[in-house]
């Protein structure tokens, strides 16, 4: 399995290219492995990584999120050894660390030697990981889908439907304290893919209350101007240079600038 992943990697051009075809290929491993050990009956995939899987979102992610369904359960840690186990099992040098917290449980899965075996580090020691989290207590209203994709792997997956992943995005626009350009570039995909999308409203509000939101609570008539506040202030250089690494093409940066995703905000007549 490891010397399928490094075949891999030799066949793309670029450093960044490399590094996360390498990483969407471990992701989508560690994925079947969560599969086949039932946790998607448990939890319900999300965050980029899931729009990537799922809906073809044209930039790589670095993150595996999730978020458990109401009254089920997941034992993270046992999760994890079994994870590790058929990691190691195919040839990997893997270790992990994690919280295995009420509210969030989170880790890293971490590959030893795997960025030297790549070619992509000149440090036998430096290390690759995938961070894996899942949200015990996520906001109330979420509507939930089965996808099936095949992407390197079959996985069946329980996943939140395109509004309540458009929420997710919308939440973390407005709540986040800094801003990270790979929000904006997805607004702008959200916005052009899905014509006259609206957030799931009930999920956007239950989530921005949960963590502390004091502003105007968005709506159906206020949704678009609070979002256009947020892009307006938003400094379009530190954005590129955040997103820029992970988009499969890089021009896509002169589609999705500033004035561009003002202008999908505006209202159709």
């Known amino acids: 399995m490891k010397d399928y992943v ?67 359960q997941v034992k993270f840690e046992a999760l994890l050894k079994k994870i590790m186990s058929e990691l190691t099992a195919a040839g990997y040098d893997v270790s992990f660390n994690y919280n295995d917290k009420k509210t969030v449980n989170s880790a890293f899965v971490k590959f030893s030697k795997l960025m030297f075996e790549a070619g992509l580090s000149p440090l036998k020691s430096q290390n690759f990981s995938i961070k894996i989290e899942i949200d015990n207590k996520p906001p109330r209203g979420a509507v939930i889908e089965t996808q099936i994709v095949n992407k390197y792997f079959p996985i069946s997956f329980l996943s939140y439907e395109i509004n309540s992943l458009f929420a997710g995005k919308l939440h973390a626009l407005l709540n986040r304290k800094y801003a990270k350009g790979r929000d904006y ?48 202030r ?21 589609i999705f600038t500033q004035e561009n995703v003002m202008k999908l905000l505006i209202p159709s007549p």
Do not use: C
């Open 6 to 72: 490094l075949e891999l990697v030799s066949r793309k051009e670029g450093y960044n290219a490399k590094l996360n075809t390498m990483r969407e290929y471990l992701q989508a491993y560690t994925l079947r492995l969560m599969h086949d050990e039932g946790v998607f009956r448990s939890v319900a995939f999300l965050g980029g990584t899931a729009l990537r899987f799922l809906h073809g979102l044209p930039r790589f992610s670095e993150d595996l999120d999730f978020s458990l369904v109401q009254g089920a």
């Open 185 to 232: 570039f997805d607004l702008g995909w959200y916005l052009s893919k899905w014509k006259g999308i609206e957030p799931n409203f009930t999920l956007l509000e239950n989530a921005l209350l949960q963590t502390g939101w004091n502003g105007e609570l968005p709506d159906k008539d206020n949704w678009r101007k609070l979002i256009r506040k947020v892009v307006e």
């Open 234 to 254: 938003a400094d379009w250089k530190k954005i590129k240079q955040d997103v820029e690494q992970f988009l499969e093409n890089p021009s896509d940066l002169s």
